[in-house]
């Protein structure tokens, strides 16, 4: 109950909301039904994979070459799972224990995780999680029924916008979670090396300019880290 009641302490919320009611709109005019739109988004539990599910089968893609365009997308969830698990583990945590939690870590959740935690008790952290994602599927359930419900008011602009509010949310979050120097480092680099590597046009510029600015700051923290070695 903790956890679900944070859902309106953090403004994702309403973006997950808006969000999810572009989602709902984009379905119905692709022609799924509403019980499938509601399935998608309690299994894939990812907007831009949800999106590629429903763009790919909607434009007469096989469900094999939909599934595979929507596990190249969930990859970089794979990193986010595996940062934010040794935040709720305790020596009696089994591995039992951490499915839902990991189903659950989306973008949202990892950002509201390095807020949210520090004052959750650790043994209390699984649970914690549990509410509060839960709690964000719900909305987004809910947002996915009113979207398909009204998306023939809903026209392509406003559905575009409410997609794209997504990924500003993101950016500010992680922002404002930057907590080293390597963070401010990575998410600047990432910024201004995008427009350079969007001139190469390979398809895969934000692939790029991420893991350059993230190899970067990575090799800037330990670079510090060993000088502070060096001085103790």
Request: aromatic share 8%.
């Amino acid at each position: 109950m903790w956890g679900a009641r944070s859902i309106g302490a953090t403004v994702l919320t309403l973006v997950l909301f808006a969000t999810y009611l572009g989602i709902g709109a984009l379905a119905h005019d692709s022609g799924f039904s509403l019980g499938w739109t509601l399935a998608s988004t309690a299994f894939v539990w990812a907007g831009p994979a949800q999106i590629i599910v429903i763009t790919t089968l909607g434009s007469g893609a096989t469900v094999l070459q939909s599934a595979i365009a929507v596990t190249v997308s969930a990859i970089r969830l794979f990193p986010m799972v595996v940062s934010v698990l040794p935040l709720m583990r305790t020596e009696q945590t089994k591995r039992r224990h951490l499915i839902l939690v990991a189903h659950l870590t989306a973008v949202t959740l990892w950002v509201e995780c390095y807020r949210f935690l520090p004052q959750v008790p650790r043994i209390r952290r699984i649970a914690f999680i549990h509410g509060l994602g839960l709690g964000l599927v719900s909305v987004c359930l809910v947002a996915n029924t009113i979207g398909y419900t009204l998306a023939a008011n809903l026209t392509p602009l406003l559905a575009a916008g409410m997609l794209m509010l997504t990924p500003l949310a993101f950016l500010f979050s992680t922002a404002r979670n930057c907590r080293e120097l390597a963070d401010v480092i990575a998410l600047l680099l990432g910024l201004l090396l995008f427009p350079l590597a969007a001139l190469l046009n390979s398809g895969i510029d934000i692939l790029i300019s991420g893991v350059v600015a993230g190899t970067i700051a990575y090799g800037v923290h330990r670079a510090r880290a060993g000088v502070v070695r060096v001085r103790a």
